[in-house]
């Protein structure tokens, strides 16, 4: 089994999915800390020494070695879904839950968060919401292609694992 958790920055599949993992019986894996370690750099490095494009290439090799792997759970960086057709590669390898959370609580996560992410540093709260509303809209079609939705402020691994049993 292949579980794929996605969706925007802070809305978090990484919490999530290592509770899932340890109830479902499975390996966790983070594809942002799995490309950190498999190329030697931090994300904030890659973006600030190579740009968003290399960092996109990057992710897509990593994405493409993970689907080959048995009974995982996955949470991608919240920008995975929306490039190549990493939707589409993900779907045939197993199955997407987009865990979409309210824009404010985004908000209220990502700025009390301890990751430094290129995409949104430095943002004030006022330009953090905007830059997420934004970016959210372009980014929500690609999300919408997952086999499941979950709407909320907070989403709970009940509510992934009742989803697993319909
Ligand atoms: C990104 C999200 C980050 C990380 C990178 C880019 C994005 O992952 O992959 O900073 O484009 O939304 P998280 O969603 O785990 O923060």
Partial sequence: MRIFLIGFMGCGKSTL?????S??????IDLDSFLEEKYFKTIPQIFAEEGEESFRRKERNVLEEVCGFDDV????????PCFFDNMELMNESGFCVFLDVDIRSLVSRLIHAKIERP????????ELHKFIEGLLAKRRPFYEKAKYILKGSEITPVQVLELLDK
């Fill in 17 to 21: 999915g290592r509770s899932l993992a």
């Fill in 23 to 28: 109830e479902l019986n499975l390996t966790f």
């Fill in 73 to 80: 759970i996955l949470a991608t960086g919240g920008g995975a």
């Fill in 119 to 126: 995409l949104i540093k430095g943002k004030s709260p006022e």
